[in-house]
């Protein structure tokens, strides 16, 4: 079956990076976008971005667009979440979620992955 | 992009109806169908709903339906049970080519 499983949670200092993969299973990986996108504790949904697992081609949110890259490696079938210059305000459950065929939309979702930045 | 408008709450009894709405613009909900809708509970990750507006994905409950009129769409539950107490979330395409979800509605199920 259509699975993403994400890495583990991170701790990390302000002004640092984190980097969260997804790697996705069931399907052919190339086929499909993959959405990001995180929740801070408490908080609604937010979009980070996606990927064009295909060609490789980006699209981010205005608000992380400065920091945030997203890339992908095909022969591991795995997309990458790297942000950049991380703040307390970054600390929330990072999610990877595969686009719905025809309407583009997250469909199925990894299990999240903590990241916590603190000093 | 600010974030679609949702209700902050809604409530229901057991086997009531209650409807969720998602309030966006011109650039998003109301020139797009690819609206969506999400359940979530507590500590899980979402579960798509909906998807472009209307439709159920393999395994929802009939129970759950959306419509759109104009940039408002709406989510309706019909039937309420206990489980489907959750946080909902809807979607939608934007015109600068990227996605935004609403603020959430907590359901309560009285």
């Not at chain 1, 200092?13 to 984190?18: D, E, I, L």
């Not at chain 2, 709903?49 to 408002?72: A, D, E, H, L, Q």
């Not at chain 2, 946080?87 to 309560?108: A, E, I, N, P, R």
Request: with cysteine; aromatic share 10%.
């Amino acid at each position: 079956q259509v699975q993403l499983v994400q890495s583990g949670a991170e701790v990390k200092k302000p002004g640092a990076s984190v980097k969260v993969s997804c790697k996705a299973s069931g399907y052919t990986f190339t086929d499909y976008a993959i959405h990001w996108v995180r929740q801070a504790p408490g908080q609604r949904l937010e979009w980070m971005g996606w990927i064009n697992a295909g060609n490789g081609v980006t699209k981010y949110s205005q608000k992380f667009q400065d920091r945030v890259t997203i890339t992908r490696d095909t022969s591991a079938s795995a997309a990458y979440m790297e942000l950049g210059i991380l703040r307390s305000e970054d600390t929330a459950v990072y999610y990877c979620a595969r686009e719905h065929s025809g309407y583009y939309q997250p469909e199925i979702w990894g299990q999240g992955t903590m990241v916590t930045v603190s000093s | 992009q600010s974030a679609l408008t949702q209700p902050a709450s809604v409530s229901g009894s057991p086997g009531q109806s209650i409807t969720i709405s998602c309030t966006g613009t011109s650039s998003d909900v109301g020139r797009y169908d690819y609206v969506s809708w999400y359940q979530q509970h507590p500590g899980k990750a979402p579960r798509l709903m909906i998807y472009g507006v209307t439709n159920r994905p393999s395994g929802v409950s009939n129970r759950f339906s959306g419509s759109k009129s104009g940039s408002t769409a709406s989510l309706t539950i019909s039937g309420l049970q206990a489980e489907d107490e959750a946080d909902y979330y809807c979607s939608s395409y934007t015109s600068s080519s990227t996605w935004v979800f609403g603020g959430g509605t907590k359901l309560t199920v009285l």
